[in-house]
């Protein structure tokens, strides 16, 4: 019966494909390819992946590349000259990069609102032709360029960057594009073919982008600009000072990939500015952000005072991180917990947005728990990442590192909360921050409640006999509700959880790590103070910055003003 079903479906969908190529709306050619993400490779020694990216490594790091801001097909030089610099080794500088001023702000949005009416002329079928040679350059031609970029300037190991920068920037170019690609298949309902035809097309949205990208994860800042280019429209892309260097390299590859110039322009900027000057502009059209709540909700308060001037109300996406948990029940495999919390957490010292920052664990398992918490926390080797024997390497930058070890320093001086493992730093050569696992008396200490985006788990021990009032807090604690996960083999408890905590997690994991969605297979996002759930890596995220046109084409001429029940 499923398979009858389908086959009605197709034969309908390929008659009003037929039906399309006698009206003015034209049937997209758009190509064939699976959807299916790019593999992680695995840098073993010996593998030839590994000795390539060694290789771009010791040449990248002897380098200072300058970053231009790009305007249109201009390559321009301020007078506001920075540096990035590794973080595991701050005095050694990659990229000397120009801050945009107001002016060349305005200069690129008025470029960017040329180039969008021209740009979404371009039918979408070439647009995807470029998006999937953009991805077969960063899958093959560039991956270790990208890799070794994200790794010297965010301080991530081979494995973290490679996730990243290499497979899922590639699934965000592919993948975003088989799911617009799939969009374009439908028609709604045509009841007589013979006498209407009902279409529906996708323009970009007039006016610009701004998209306002991280350091932490290379593929976010490639996601943020060129999927809202995809669709047709112009962007101003401000990349993180701490990571220009790699997502200059994501610029230069999709210019060689074909992107026309004006399309994404390239403007590192100092925040206030840029965001002041988008939020000016009557040519708006969306904002497409991830980085902190206060960052997020001025521009958010910005776009409501000046909503007047506005050509088109703006789009407005965000991902502002969260105050991630898992919650340990009494019948957990007290291995799956340790090495998941010990991956969530410490993995790129807590730097994900997704990264497990507070834990609740029952009484009856915890001394078994923090054993096994302590003893792989001190096999943790942390240090250069060009070092392929290191766990993690350095938190990205001096004001990371300051406010990171001001919450450890809180816990050392409070009655409430014991550090149990770790709680050292050092910055004279790195940002170099222990992990650190803290338990707290209090589950509603600052410590287990504000995001602090490091290498720090909170803990916090409950009594079994206290498991309902325990659940509580998982969502009355924080205003956050990004990622959590459970831990249970009681299937009954493992069901009611999922139930009582479906509010407090947009990506929720049951006996698995808080970290590591995928493209195409967990779609990302939370809400509340998390941000929008817009789902970055799912079907609708590239629709969100498309602007749809309902079409209607009559065939029979109309020849009555009147209705048959008003005749005699």
């Not at 991280?214 to 112009?234: D, R």
């Not at 507070?358 to 942390?382: A, C, F, H, N």
Request: aromatic share 12%.
């Amino acid at each position: 019966m499923l398979s009858l079903c389908r086959q009605a479906l197709i034969a309908n969908s390929q008659k009003i494909s037929a039906r399309c190529l006698g009206t003015i709306v034209p049937v997209p050619n758009l190509p064939e390819f699976p959807l299916q993400n790019e593999p992680v490779l695995s840098y073993k020694t010996g593998s030839p992946e590994r000795a390539e990216l060694e290789k771009t490594l010791d040449e990248m790091s002897c380098e200072c590349e300058e970053v231009p801001l790009v305007i249109g097909d201009e390559e321009i030089k301020s007078d506001l000259c920075r540096y990035q610099v590794m973080p595991h080794n701050h005095k050694a500088k990659i990229a000397k990069y120009y801050w945009a001023t107001p002016d060349l702000v305005k200069k690129a949005i008025d470029v960017a609102v040329k180039a969008q009416r021209e740009w979404e002329k371009c039918p979408f079928e070439e647009r995807l032709e470029i998006w999937l040679r953009a991805a077969d350059l960063i899958a093959n031609k560039y991956r270790q360029q990208l890799n070794a970029a994200t790794m010297l300037g965010q301080s991530k190991t081979v494995i973290q960057a490679e996730i990243d920068s290499a497979a899922e920037l590639v699934d965000f170019f592919r993948i975003h594009g088989y799911f617009a690609k799939e969009a374009l298949k439908y028609y709604p309902i045509s009841p007589d073919c013979k006498e209407t035809l009902n279409t529906m097309r996708y323009r970009g949205m007039d006016g610009f982008v701004a998209a306002v990208s991280p350091f932490n994860f290379t593929a976010i800042g490639g996601n943020l600009s060129y999927t809202p280019a995809l669709m047709g429209n112009a962007v101003l892309w401000k990349p993180s000072d701490t990571a220009i260097l790699s997502n200059w390299w994501i610029f230069k590859v999709c210019r060689e990939a074909g992107v026309p110039p004006g399309v994404v322009n390239f403007i590192p900027c100092e925040g206030p500015v840029f965001g002041d000057s988008i939020t000016a502009s009557p040519y708006l059209s969306g904002i497409n952000f991830t980085g902190s709540v206060p960052t997020f909700n001025r521009l958010w308060k910005q776009v409501g005072q000046n909503v007047d001037k506005y050509k088109n109300y703006p789009k407005l996406i965000g991902e502002c991180g969260g105050k991630n948990y898992h919650f340990i029940h009494s019948s957990a495999d007290v291995e799956s917990v340790i090495y998941g919390t010990i991956r969530s957490a410490f993995e790129y010292n807590g730097q994900k947005c997704s990264a497990c920052s507070r834990m609740y664990v029952p009484e009856s398992l915890w001394p078994k728990v923090k054993e096994g918490l302590l003893s792989i926390r001190d096999k943790l080797k942390i240090g250069d990442v060009r070092d392929f024997t290191v766990f993690t390497g350095a938190v990205i930058d001096a004001a990371a590192f300051k406010r990171i070890t001001g919450y450890i320093e809180h816990a050392k001086k409070s009655p409430n909360l014991e550090i149990i493992g770790g709680g050292g730093y050092d910055d004279s050569c790195g940002y170099f921050v222990d992990p650190t696992i803290v338990v707290t008396k209090d589950p509603k200490d600052k410590i287990i409640t504000e995001e602090i985006f490091g290498p720090l788990l909170s803990i916090y021990v409950y009594k079994d006999s206290k498991l309902d009032e325990t659940m509580k807090l998982v969502e009355s604690s924080t205003p956050y509700a990004l990622t959590g996960s459970i831990f249970a083999q009681d299937e009954k408890w493992a069901r009611r959880a999922l139930e009582e905590f479906k509010y407090t997690a947009g990506n929720f994991y049951v006996n698995d790590k808080s970290t590591g969605s995928v493209v195409g297979q967990q779609p990302f996002g939370g809400s509340r103070l998390s941000g929008t759930n817009d789902k970055a890596g799912g079907p609708h995220y590239a629709l969100r910055w498309a602007s749809a046109q309902a079409i209607k084409e009559t065939f029979v001429p109309l020849r009555k003003y009147d209705y048959p029940y008003m005749r005699c």
